[in-house]
């Protein structure tokens, strides 16, 4: 069992920059795939960012590539998400996910443990 909490979430202006944090619990948090998703209103959950258990292997969404970086630490038992250059169209509710074995990383459906979420709002 993993539990997530997602924290770093804020109102910032266009151009901004902000911090996800995703703390888990358990002591296999270093075999997990963790996952950055994120869902604005009235739109399906998207697939943001990804990192496999090493931290060697990392994913993005071709609208984040570029501005965004996820990283993990082990001993701390965390996933960040760095957004930088922050736009309008980012506005959402960012949550964390944790699966194992997972063969494409961008199904949410895939992911065995999710965050409660953290909204960002971007302002024009």
């Known amino acids: 069992q993993v539990q997530l909490v997602e924290s770093g979430g804020g109102l910032v202006q266009a151009g901004g920059s902000l911090r996800l944090s995703c703390a888990a619990s358990?002591?296999?948090?270093?075999?997990?795939?963790m996952g950055w998703f994120r869902q604005a209103p009235g739109k399906e959950r998207e697939f943001v960012a990804a990192v496999r258990w090493s931290g060697g292997n990392t994913y993005y969404a071709d609208s984040v590539k570029g501005r965004f970086t996820i990283s993990r630490d082990n001993a701390k038992n965390t996933v960040y998400l760095q957004m930088n250059s922050l736009k309008p169209e980012d506005t959402a509710v960012y949550y964390c996910?944790?699966?194992?074995?997972?063969?494409?990383?961008?199904?949410?459906?895939?992911?065995?443990?999710w965050g409660q979420g953290t909204q960002v709002t971007v302002s024009s």
């Open positions: 996910a944790a699966g194992l074995g997972i063969a494409s990383v961008i199904d949410p459906a895939l992911y065995l443990y």
């Open positions: 358990g002591r296999t948090f270093s075999s997990y795939t």
